[in-house]
């Protein structure tokens, strides 16, 4: 009996010796966390959708609408000609931006109002001082070199009015909602 006890103690020595515990944080149960980036409200990503696609727009039709380089006119009627296809061009394409700006619904954060605002009054703008100024022209009488530089100083004025006016993100860049809403609207990634 004696060795029977030796052998038990034996082997419950050699059991607890034998084993070397777990180190401190594995017996833990382990929770795992899941950190998503934050997705942007629906209604913020379909408001900037509208707005960017809208001065994106403008300055797309700009650019295909400006022709490349064309011999100078030769006649003062030409030019008369020219200049006003060019203030009807400005009109058009300031009008349509201003008019899908005023149509877009109100925006989610007072920013994009503000903001959207800003950029109405400038195309609007633009496209009333295009507009009179090639009514003016139109009206002149064909070979009036007096009526071109009105005219051109129009062109000038338009341009200077909508300058700023081609990047929508940075326009919204001190809103949050508005920048993670930028940056999965199809119409931000021109």
């Given at each position: 009996m004696k060795k029977l006890a030796a052998l038990l103690g034996a082997c419950l020595l050699l059991t607890a010796c034998g084993s070397t515990p777990a180190p401190p944080g594995q017996n833990l149960n382990r929770v795992e966390t899941s950190t998503s980036a934050p997705t942007a409200d629906?209604?913020?990503?379909?408001?900037?959708?509208?707005?960017?696609?809208?001065?994106?727009?403008y300055r797309e039709r700009t650019n295909q609408e400006v022709r490349p380089a064309q011999p100078p006119p030769k006649t003062v009627a030409e030019s008369q000609r020219a200049i006003s296809a060019m203030l009807g061009g400005i009109a058009a394409r300031t009008g349509e931006a201003a008019g899908k700006l005023t149509a877009l619904p109100p925006a989610p954060v007072p920013l994009g109002d503000a903001v959207r605002q800003a950029l109405v009054t400038k195309f609007t703008k633009a496209h009333d001082r295009a507009t009179e100024a090639k009514a003016t022209l139109d009206r002149a009488k064909p070979g009036n070199e007096a009526s071109q530089a009105p005219a051109v100083k129009a062109v000038q004025?338009?341009?200077?009015?909508?300058?700023g006016a081609y990047d929508p993100i940075s326009a919204v860049k001190e809103s949050p909602e508005l920048m993670l809403a930028a940056a999965t609207a199809p119409g931000c990634k021109a």
């Open positions: 629906p209604a913020a990503v379909r408001w900037m959708d509208g707005f960017c696609s809208a001065v994106h727009g004025q338009a341009q200077q009015d909508i300058d």
